[in-house]
């Protein structure tokens, strides 16, 4: 009974709600991880009674977690997987209320983005060899992350129809399959349209069963993978010998901050990243403010300690 729920579950979250595989995947470990926890207590044959879980029981699965050493940040998505679990059952009427709705979320330590200075972010962008085809490829991808703040799951999943060079605008699909326009400057769009006019037809040209369709393609004219471009981003960064931190990601963290720094509204930043909420967009108030502090300490005749 407890895995037939579990399976319309996850059905519900990648059909209905359109969360990405990825996520569904984490949602269905966590909460099988809740019915094992079940079994351990309650025997196997009750491992799926769902109706009989009550508050006690999901704090007391809570504090085998944090006896186990799992992160604030592991267990406030396993009581999340769990609200979203029961909310489900409640609506399906398996249930009679959530019992996980009650539970308090770990209070997370904050972690500031990892970001570049306007300087590294030229460094990196000019390391590809651009008198190559997979060189003029990788400079597009740098220049259209920095950009526009794409997610790198966003950036290969773009479509060559999606992108509009004489508005320098691209439609992208973000979390949730939400579409949104994201925008870029002249250079990034002089980059990528001398990738699509001369390397990309290159890669095409070279494929027997090229994907047509995608934007970014391998030397074997297939759409790249999250991976691929992850490893390209990795091997630049070392090249230029900077922080081997420096991630996709951390590309879209930039892009956010300079905006901030540059005099964005955090409106307009939360559009062009594609957040639901504000308060993430917020993170980067506290970038700004710790380089702040720091150009202050540096420059100001009374600032300086004693």
């Known amino acids: 009974m407890g895995s037939a729920w579990q399976d319309a579950f996850i059905r519900y979250l990648t059909d209905v709600r359109g969360v990405s595989p990825a996520t569904a995947e984490a949602y269905s470990a966590d909460v099988n991880q809740f019915t094992d926890f079940l079994g351990e207590h309650w025997g196997p044959e009750r491992a799926g009674d769902w109706a009989s879980v009550d508050y006690r029981t999901v704090r007391a699965f809570l504090g085998q977690l944090a006896r186990q050493r799992y992160s604030k940040t592991s267990v406030a998505r396993k009581l999340a997987a769990l609200r979203s679990f029961f909310r489900y ?164 963290h930039t892009f956010a901050t300079h905006m901030l720094d540059g005099g964005a509204d955090l409106r307009t930043i939360q559009a062009l990243l594609g957040h639901r909420n504000l308060g993430t967009v917020e993170t980067y108030t506290h970038v700004t403010t710790d380089r702040m502090k720091k150009v202050y300490k540096a420059a100001h005749p009374l600032a300086k300690s004693e």
């Open 89 to 252: 059952l409640l609506a399906e009427e398996a249930v009679g209320h959530n019992p996980a709705a009650a539970a308090p979320t770990p209070k997370q330590e904050k972690k500031l983005p990892e970001f570049m200075y306007p300087a590294e972010v030229e460094a990196l962008i000019g390391t590809p060899d651009t008198s190559t085809t997979l060189g003029m490829r990788d400079r597009a991808i740098l220049e259209v992350f920095y950009a526009t703040g794409v997610r790198v799951s966003e950036l290969v999943g773009m479509d060559l129809g999606a992108i509009d060079l004489e508005d320098r605008q691209i439609r992208v699909i973000g979390k949730g399959n939400r579409e949104r326009i994201v925008l870029m400057g002249e250079r990034a769009a002089n980059s990528l349209r001398r990738y699509l006019q001369g390397a990309r037809r290159a890669l095409l040209g070279a494929a027997q069963d090229a994907d047509t369709q995608a934007a970014f393609l391998t030397g074997g004219g297939k759409r790249l993978s999250v991976r691929a471009v992850q490893q390209r981003v990795h091997k630049y960064v070392l090249e230029c010998a900077q922080s081997g931190r420096i991630t996709p990601h951390a590309l879209r």
